[in-house]
């Protein structure tokens, strides 16, 4: 049976592979699209994202996708342009050390830039701040529902140095977290955007012991930290409209096909699987970093599971019965109509992208659906 409301038996998480003219016209690799050395302005650099996301829409419309995004086309990565366009955070100065993430063949590293809270946290002016994106891609689509990613909460409040910021104490912090984030998704839901999707590394990231040791030498307490994330979420989704479908996503990294952590969710699964009040949970299953099926038994009745078992780090096609039989493993633990399947993450968390070609990218989706299609009709 379809699911006529998100997440929809075949989704995907958001982000896409930006085309060559829109990474040209980022990184100055022709002349007529040159912004980033100074020889085109904003308007000229909004075109070519316009060009690229209408594309973008039509690709994902023609291959049966229920749900289309704008690919991310207008982020640098998939978290910090949101993140340091709200009141009271700016982007510092790249940090020193870089963090280090692995392929199959190779270990290479990120440098991320400081976040720094400069006063209390707020929506400027109650303006969305993604929300002239999601106007653009309601005005595009034609036959699937519009769909808007967001950073999660968890990636603002986790870990951060509040000296100087005015905050009396980390829970009033995280107090104007949460009521940013639902002011965000009020303002998106009055432009009439009904899905939203938060983007969450740390729960999973918990599920990996070695990366749990490494935070707490730093402050973090990584033994409830996951129990905190989901009471920040829950007070953002409390505000949330009854006809509003909010998921979450949860991965271990996506950066130029590398992830920074591996582990299965047994460490956060009761607590997080059992406590978020979201209407689906994106989940990253793609390997044997993800650790089996087991946790899904504390998923909440009401919630339903998107299977990210489409790895999006390389471009060899799964096997189709492979992944029909690995949905019904899952559903030993959760009833396979709450059950989705999509890719494990997006294309190009970052502007740099996932080592796979347009072309490879769209026969993923379209896999996605074709496997959907036969299993639930």
């Known amino acids: 049976m379809s699911r006529v409301t998100p997440p929809f038996r075949a989704d995907h998480v958001g982000s896409l592979l930006r085309p060559a003219p829109l990474l040209a016209a980022r990184a100055g690799l022709a002349d007529r699209f040159d912004f980033s050395a100074g020889r085109i302005d904003a308007d000229d650099l909004k075109e070519a994202e316009d060009a690229a996301i209408r594309d973008a829409v039509a690709m994902q419309e023609s291959i049966g996708l229920k749900s289309a995004t704008d690919g991310e086309f207008r982020r640098e990565q998939w978290h910090s342009d949101f ?3 709200l009141g009271g955070i700016r982007k510092g100065a790249l940090l020193p ?7 199959k063949d190779k270990k290479i590293g990120w440098r991320p830039n400081a976040t720094e809270i400069t006063g209390k946290v707020h929506l400027e002016g109650g303006t969305p701040i993604f929300g002239e994106h999601f106007a653009f891609l309601r005005d595009t689509v034609t036959t699937a529902t519009p769909k808007i990613t967001i950073p ?7 870990r951060v140095d509040l000296t100087g910021s005015g905050y009396g104490s980390i829970e009033e912090f995280r107090a104007d977290v949460a009521r940013a984030y639902a002011d965000e998704m009020l303002a998106l839901y009055d432009l009439g955007a009904r899905y939203l999707q ?3 590394t740390i729960f999973a990231f918990l599920g990996d012991p070695d990366w749990r040791q490494a935070q707490a030498v730093g402050g973090l307490d990584p033994d409830h930290q996951h129990e905190i994330n989901v009471a920040v979420i829950n007070e ?3 505000r949330k409209p009854a006809d509003m479908a909010v998921t979450i996503h949860m991965c271990r990294g996506n950066y130029q096909s590398a992830w920074f952590s591996s582990g299965g969710y047994d460490f956060v699964a009761e607590a997080v699987f059992g ?6 949970l994106f989940l990253e299953y793609d390997d044997e970093r993800s650790g089996g099926f087991e946790p899904l038994r504390f998923v909440r009745d009401d919630t339903a599971v998107v299977l990210g078992l489409v790895t999006t780090k390389t471009p060899a096609l799964e096997d189709k019965d492979a992944l029909k039989r690995r949905v019904e493993e899952a559903a030993k633990y959760v009833d396979i109509d709450r059950l989705c399947l999509s890719g494990q993450c997006g294309f ?3 502007v740099e992208g996932n080592a796979l070609t347009v072309d490879q990218e769209k026969a993923k989706l379209a896999l996605i659906v074709e496997v959907a299609d036969e299993i639930w009709g």
């Open 236 to 238: 953002v989704l409390a």
């Open 152 to 158: 999660s909460p968890s990636m603002v409040h986790f």
């Open 275 to 280: 406590g978020l009040r979201a209407d689906g």
């Open 83 to 85: 993140i340091y366009a």
């Open 198 to 200: 938060l983007d969450d």
């Open 348 to 350: 190009a968390s970052t």
């Open 97 to 103: 050390m870089e963090i280090p993430a692995y392929t």
